[in-house]
């Protein structure tokens, strides 16, 4: 019990009254205090000076004009984008074209002679096939100065088409070809080629497309610039131009202006293309030569498209700005004539707001506050008592009453708990009690079906029925499977009859005498066992000799047939100073979705027929490993194996490890 003095005065005041008033008065404080700060700020807002204005424009125009010609860089490079994927969609498709009807033509009319690449007998009339395609082929080579379609033989020769120029890029074709075909590019400038290439097993042919990359250029070009045109209309319009000087989109289009000279004397365009040519975009300041506002400062933003040998630029007019700016301070005075008047308004009309708020959050407390106490009433568990004279304010003596009620609600409740763990304590124990004596008392059954079954099958002898034999077949195999069951349920049941016996326990002996009595099935399957050094452990060593034995059967029966079974046995230090030992497979595995459902009773992952079992082995293995106070997971990917790993306690006093390390 919580010891408290009783000579405490009466509370007179609710809490949420003082809350609630404190509240208000800091609230009309604050907003005081803010307006006060408020109004300080925006005079210093207005004594900006018309530069700074001018600056942070500025800024929002260079932005602006970056934005815009990295913008229009983009929709080039799509464009350019978009033209090599259909170039080389091309390039593919007629080759696939072309070994399609090549292929169709060795189907009708024969097969060339068995070669490396293609281990087929040939059929009558193969002696003429390879002409008769290479001739079919010829046609596909349109004989263009920017385009063709050759085949190559493996002697060096061009059955059909135009071969490459070099000896060195037919060698490299016929390897690409060799690696399942692609795409290969050569050359430079006006003469870079783009050549797709794919092998034609049966003739040990290569057969290839190629292109000039030049050829589309123009189109491409020319689409680049109505795309950019369609562009115009933003914060400046965009302006396109050679590296010559020619004009190609905006002002001047189509004319050479490389020598136009502003008021100044500075030749614009010269500085906008060595701007470009420098490989850094950046801005130009100039006036503008002429148009409607010929002299006024005009500020660009230019960038380079190289193998184009274009720049791409646009502007804005800092006069532009300059205006701008004027027109920003005076809608500013006058918005701050009126911000003054409304604050003023906001002020007054804040506070009525927050005493009318502050009110109606009072009456919601006090409303919650009543909830609470019911539900404290309805909830209370907790023990000791409070004094509720103690308490300073109204509300809190209302709490303190309420807890005091639950902590006597709490120790009812506590008594009735231990009352029923006593009853499912025994009622799991005749549980136990039942299970072992109905596996017991069911095996004589099955025995005597399976022998009365047996000697029916002796009697009748060769002349039974082939049908009859197969059921009493299938009787005697599912009486045994059953008799597997329950021999597995008698197992897990005595792991709980049975009392744990603690001693000190040397796993490599443990291990070596599984893997001895085991020898058989690892022999038959073929399998290496692995393990390393194990520790010593404090355990119950029968207990642990049926562990391992099943952990190994696992492994070993649910095995891939693609591969030899690898097991692997190690052990590890925990954070906790227990050993945790990990048995590894390179079985099967098991997906991750009955990962947990493992280590249930009878859970079984597979049919019968496929793989022997009870389904009980996982939950025997869980039943000892938590009897030896540790825990069991299991880490598996589906087609690489499975890892079981468990925990055991190290014994209190002597060594923790020893033991041996072999490949069995």
């Not at 609630?20 to 803010?34: D, N, P, R, Y």
């Not at 890029?169 to 290969?184: K, S, T």
């Not at 800092?318 to 003023?344: F, K, P, Q, S």
Request: include cysteine.
């Amino acid at each position: 019990m919580i010891k408290v003095r009783r000579d405490h005065a009466p509370p007179t005041r609710s809490l949420i009254q003082v809350l609630s008033l404190t509240t208000v008065g800091a609230s009309l404080i604050f907003l005081l205090m803010l307006s006060v700060l408020w109004g300080i700020g925006r005079a210093q807002d207005m004594a900006i000076s018309a530069d700074i204005l001018r600056s942070s424009l500025l800024i929002e125009r260079q932005q602006a004009l970056r934005g815009t010609v990295e913008r229009a860089l983009r929709v080039v490079g799509g464009l350019r984008a978009q033209a090599e994927r259909e170039r080389l969609d091309a390039l593919k498709a007629e080759v696939i074209q072309a070994r399609s009807l090549a292929n169709h033509l060795l189907n009708r009319y024969g097969k060339a002679p068995s070669s490396p690449l293609s281990a087929s007998p040939p059929r009558p009339g193969a002696a003429g096939a390879p002409g008769l395609i290479a001739n079919a082929l010829q046609a596909f080579d349109a004989g263009a100065e920017d385009r063709g379609l050759f085949v190559l033989d493996a002697a060096g020769g061009s059955p059909a088409g135009s071969p490459p120029p070099s000896a060195a890029l037919v060698a490299e074709l016929w390897a690409l070809a060799r690696g399942g075909g692609g795409y290969l590019g050569s050359g430079e400038g006006a003469a870079r080629r783009i050549y797709y290439v794919e092998a034609f097993a049966p003739f040990e042919w290569v057969i290839g497309s190629w292109r000039l990359v030049e050829a589309g250029e123009a189109a491409l070009q020319r689409a680049a610039l109505e795309t950019l045109a369609a562009e115009n209309g933003g914060v400046g319009d965009i302006f396109v131009g050679t590296w010559e000087g020619v004009a190609l989109l905006g002002p001047g289009q189509g004319r050479d202006q490389r020598e136009l000279t502003d008021s100044d004397g500075v030749k614009p365009v010269a500085l906008l293309i060595d701007q470009a040519r420098s490989g850094r975009p950046g801005f130009v300041e100039y006036r503008a030569p002429y148009g409607s506002r010929v002299n006024a400062r005009k500020l660009s933003y230019v960038a380079a498209i190289a193998d184009w040998r274009w720049y791409v630029g646009t502007g804005v007019m800092l006069d532009d700005i300059d205006a701008l700016a004027n027109n920003r301070l005076g809608v500013m005075r006058t918005a701050l004539a009126w911000e003054v008047l409304g604050g003023i308004a906001l002020i007054g009309l804040a506070g009525l707001t927050i005493t009318w708020g502050l009110l109606r959050v009072r009456r919601r407390l006090e409303a919650s506050h009543r909830r609470f106490l019911a539900f404290l009433d309805e909830a209370a568990q907790g023990r000791g008592e409070i004094d509720p004279a103690a308490m300073e304010f109204l509300e809190y003596r209302d709490l303190a009453a309420s807890a005091n009620r639950m902590v006597e609600q709490r120790r009812d409740a506590l008594s009735r708990l231990a009352e029923r763990g006593v009853e499912l304590q025994r009622s799991n124990r005749e549980l136990e009690r039942f299970a072992f004596i109905a596996s017991h008392d069911l095996q004589e059954p099955l025995r005597s079906i399976a022998g009365f079954i047996q000697l029916i099958e002796r009697r009748l002898g060769p002349d039974i029925d082939p049908e009859v034999a197969e059921f009493f077949s299938f009787v005697v195999g599912g009486a045994g499977r059953m008799r597997d069951q329950i021999e597995g349920l008698l197992e897990y049941s005595r792991l709980d009859r049975a009392q744990l016996e603690r001693t000190v326990v040397v796993l490599d002996e443990v291990v070596a005498e599984v893997i001895a009595e085991l020898e058989p099935q690892i022999a038959a399957a073929g399998a290496c066992v692995r393990v390393e050094v194990l520790p010593v452990v404090s355990a119950d060593r029968g207990q642990l000799r049926l562990l391992f034995t099943h952990l190994l059967d696992n492994a070993l029966k649910f095995r891939n047939p693609d591969r030899p079974p690898e097991l692997r046995i190690s052990a590890l230090r925990d954070v906790d100073g227990c050993w945790r030992i990990s048995v590894g497979d390179n079985g099967i595995g098991i997906a991750e979705a009955y990962h947990a459902q493992v280590f249930d009773l009878f859970r079984r992952l597979h049919s019968a027929g496929t793989y022997a079992g009870t389904g009980l082995g996982l939950a025997v293995c869980r039943r000892i490993v938590e009897r030896h106070g540790g825990d069991i997971r299991l880490r598996s990917v589906p087609g690489r194996g499975t890892t079981v790993s468990f925990t055991l306690m190290a014994p209190a006093d002597g060594p923790h490890a020893a033991g041996w390390n072999r490949a069995h």
